[in-house]
């Protein structure tokens, strides 16, 4: 998937894509090609072109200053640019992701910046992925477990088709590890 044919020449352009990914790629190369041409004058050539990995991408989540919607936007475009197809949404600075309200609906004006990401990162042939980290809230009982399945059955509702869930900040209990992987599991 994302494999691509460029072909310049003197009677025209043609991009032919493996899939639609790669008639994407194809036409971010053609646009960096006219970009740094001069007199808009792109070489003759044949490119062909592949990705080297299946996951190439961003993912959005550290500890320090928000990025503002503006900037995670400009970032979707570049990405796009240079051919990844990943942006993997988990700020540990918003409260819906993290504890303590990891389980709560999204207010109006958060769910509109959500779907505005989402629609960049479809426009730009990008799966958005949309990640949760209970941290400390997460008690592994039945209840969080419902809450779990209800925050993603809501972010379905707003569009979201590509879920994560990060656990590395979850406190340690006896059998940790091998509750993760129950939970992971169960979730599949």
Known sequence: SGSYRLEISSKGISITG???KGAFYGIQTLRRLVE??????????RINDWPDSPKRGIVDSFHGGSWSQEFR?????????LKMNEYVYAPKD???????DWYMPYQQGRADN????????????????????????????E???????????MMHYLGVRSFGIFLDDVPYTENLEERKAELIERLN
Do not use: H, Q, T
Not at 36 to 45: F, K, L, S, T, W
Not at 73 to 81: F, G, H, Q, T, V
Not at 146 to 152: A, D, E, N, S, T
């Open 114 to 141: 959500l779907k505005e990401l989402m629609e960049a990162c479809r426009r730009n042939s990008i799966d958005f992925i949309w990640c949760i980290r209970p941290d400390s809230a997460f008690s592994w009982s």
């Open 73 to 81: 936007l400009s970032l979707i475009d570049l990405a796009a640019r």
């Open 18 to 20: 493996y899939d639609e």
């Open 94 to 100: 918003d409260p819906y992701v993290c504890s303590p």
């Open 36 to 45: 740094e041409a001069e007199d808009m004058r792109v070489p003759c050539c």
């Open 143 to 153: 209840a969080d477990y419902g809450l779990l399945l209800g925050k993603f059955e």
